[in-house]
Nanobody
Framework: QVQLVESGGGLVQAGGSLRLSCAASGRTRVYDMGWFRQAPGKEREFVAAISGSGSRTDYTDSVKGRFAISRDNAKNTVYLQMNSLQPEDTAVYYC?????????????????WGQGTQVTVSS
C-alpha cells in the first residue's frame, strides 16, 4: 500500500554531516513519520519523528541539537539532517509511517517501514 525508500546513508568522519531522505510512494497520505536506527548487536531505537503537518517533532535525547527532521509533503519525502555525527550514531537507519495517530510520535507503532540505509561514522 505504501512503500518507503531511504537514501543518503554512507561513510562519514566523526563531526561530519549527512542528510537522509525517505521517499514515499503508493497510497500516500499525510502520515506521521519517524526515523529509527539499529546498531550492530543492539535493539532498534527511536531517533526522531514528525507529525503529518510538520508542526510537532520529537527526538531521542542523544540526538537533540544535532539532528533535525523535516518533511516536504508536496514531494512525499521526509528528511533527517544529521550533524556532528559520532561513532555511536553508526547504524542502519529506517524510516516509518504511522497511518493513524493513535500513539505518540516516539512510540514504535508504525505501520510501514523502509528497508534501511547504512550510516557509518568513523573515528
Amino acid at each position: 500500500q505504501v512503500q518507503l525508500v531511504e537514501s543518503g546513508g554512507g561513510l562519514v568522519q566523526a563531526g561530519g554531516s549527512l542528510r537522509l531522505s525517505c521517499a514515499a510512494s503508493g497510497r500516500t497520505r499525510v502520515y506521521d513519520m519517524g526515523w529509527f536506527r539499529q546498531a550492530p548487536g543492539k535493539e532498534r531505537e527511536f531517533v526522531a519523528a514528525i507529525s503529518g503537518s510538520g508542526s510537532r517533532t520529537d527526538y531521542t535525547d542523544s540526538v537533540k541539537g544535532r539532528f533535525a527532521i523535516s518533511r516536504d509533503n508536496a514531494k512525499n519525502t521526509v528528511y533527517l539532517q544529521m550533524n556532528s555525527l559520532q561513532p555511536e550514531d553508526t547504524a542502519v537507519y529506517y524510516c516509518a509511517a504511522k497511518v493513524l495517530s493513535l500513539t505518540a510520535l516516539n512510540f514504535p507503532r508504525y505501520d510501514y517501514w523502509g528497508q534501511g540505509t547504512q550510516v557509518t561514522v568513523s573515528s
